[in-house]
């Protein structure tokens, strides 16, 4: 090799080192908790002072707790709104999001994504509905030391990710949902439960069958700590080996808005409770009519699906899904 292709070899080698080096994040499991710092504190850093006092707040039960599904922006939530951003800022909010979300393909922040864009589809008609009126918040300043939590919310979104030490260590509450049900954001969710229900023998439906609907999530904002007393439905420990493989694979579906990390100490948990879990359902097992209804509540796991009449598009449906934990919601920081 002539000294000429040498030194461009170097050259070409150096720029690809040090573009590989500001690419932000990096997705390993060792590097994960200073990458999502790194971009929380770029993302902050990018804000006037003006922006910074919307979008860091008190680290507190009641800025927690304060996320709806509803299309309300900020009259029901803390944070700052995505409209607000600069086009820059924008950039280094998704970063954020990239950073701390999962990144299976079509979970994790692909599902954050796919909610805010069928909302912006949702907007063309409304003008309550938009990306525009997402927000992301800081409860307590992101550091290497202490606890402090994200939220990134919205219409029919509220992602609550509690860090400590560096380390999250918490992806719940979450709420999820999603009109009209031909964007398929939530395909994988419906698809999985719906899995569940129709490998389920005739006898084992009548067991799993509530006898009231409802009408929305039982559990859903507003009703934190407010699970039933008493476990519904049919116990999962009845089914066989390829039924409780069916129900892990569907909670999955929801856990892995965790990053890659927690999802999977999270799902060795719930692993272990499975047969400890309970599945109940209401109306059609296709989970494609109003008022279907499914629940997975386990020890830990408290999932629930609805499919309520379009609000958009009346004729129609659209899903409602939350996801909690009966301990670990806010990584069981608070008192309910």
């Known amino acids: 090799m002539n000294r000429r292709v040498s030194n461009l070899v170097i050259r070409v080698f150096g720029l690809v080192f040090s573009l590989l080096l500001s690419w932000s994040p ?37 800025n927690a707790i304060k996320w709806t599904n509803l299309p309300c922006g900020l009259q029901c939530r803390v944070g700052i709104l995505f409209g607000s951003l600069s086009a820059s800022q924008l950039v280094l909010a998704k970063n954020v999001a990239r950073a701390a979300l999962g990144r299976s393909s079509g979970a994790g922040y692909d599902q954050v994504i796919g909610i805010m864009e069928a909302d912006a589809f949702l907007g063309k008609g409304r003008k309550e509905y938009s990306s525009d009126n997402y927000i992301i918040a800081f409860l307590g300043m992101p550091d290497e030391n202490g606890t402090w939590q994200l939220q ?29 049900p031909e964007n398929t954001t939530l395909k994988s969710n419906h698809d999985a439960v719906v899995k569940v229900l129709q490998s389920l023998t005739s006898a084992q439906l009548n067991k799993a069958r ?58 060795k948990k719930y692993s272990s409770e499975i ?3 309970f599945i109940a359902f209401y109306g059609n097992t296709t989970l494609d009519k109003k008022s279907d209804y499914v629940r997975i509540d386990g020890p830990g796991v408290w999932i629930e699906f609805v499919c309520q009449p379009g609000a958009v598009f009346p004729q129609g449906i659209h899903y409602h899904t939350v996801y909690r934990d009966h301990l670990r919601d806010y990584a069981g920081s608070f008192k309910f």
């Open 26 to 62: 990096v997705r390993s499991a060792g590097v994960f908790k200073s990458d999502v710092i790194s971009a929380s504190t770029q993302f902050i850093g990018s804000l006037t002072p003006e922006q910074k006092v919307m979008a860091v707040v008190e680290y507190s039960q009641a």
């Open 152 to 180: 990134i919310g919205g219409h029919h979104l509220a992602v609550n990710l509690t860090f400590k030490d560096g380390k999250e260590v918490s992806a719940s509450p979450l709420f999820m949902g999603l009109e009209p």
């Open 210 to 267: 509530l006898k009231e609907g409802f009408g929305d999530v039982f559990v859903g904002p507003g009703k934190d700590g407010a699970f039933p007393v008493l476990k519904a439905g049919l116990k999962v420990s009845e089914l066989d080996k390829q039924q409780k493989s069916l129900i892990i694979q569907s909670i999955q579906q929801w856990v892995h808005i965790a990053n890659e990390s927690l999802a999977k100490e999270i799902m």
């Open 275 to 277: 047969d400890q879990t």
